[in-house]
């Protein structure tokens, strides 16, 4: 089993920046990808960025040259600039166990105008 437990999420007026992190405990060894997806209010769930054991990394086309995902053992990260109001979602952090997913509770972004 593993846990994800995600932090800094908040708000933050449009053009900040923020810096979301997740931390995985238990059977971290088994983990292959991790990355983060937001679900807007009224909308699905969708992939924000992903970063896989080997650093590879892959980003929406809506987040490339703001946001940047870095892992650190059983830590993973998510840096976010230059914020728009269409970034307010719940952040989720995702881990790729065995071929399944394992989720976090999610952390409210909110981006003012």
């Known amino acids: 089993q593993v846990q994800l437990v995600e932090s800094g999420g908040g708000l933050v007026q449009a053009g900040g920046s923020l810096r979301l992190s997740c931390a995985a405990t238990?059977?971290?060894?088994?983990?292959?990808?991790m990355g983060w997806y937001r679900q807007a209010p009224e909308k699905q769930r969708e992939l924000v960025a992903t970063i896989t054991k080997g650093g590879s990394t892959y980003y929406a086309d809506s987040v490339k040259g703001r946001f940047t995902i870095a892992r650190d053992n059983a830590m993973v990260y998510l840096q976010m600039n230059s914020l728009k109001p269409e970034d307010t979602a719940v952040y989720y952090c995702?881990?790729?166990?065995?071929?399944?997913?394992?989720w976090g509770k999610g952390t409210l972004v909110t981006v003012s105008s």
């Open positions: 238990g059977s971290i060894f088994s983990i292959t990808t």
């Open positions: 995702e881990a790729v166990r065995y071929g399944t997913n394992c």
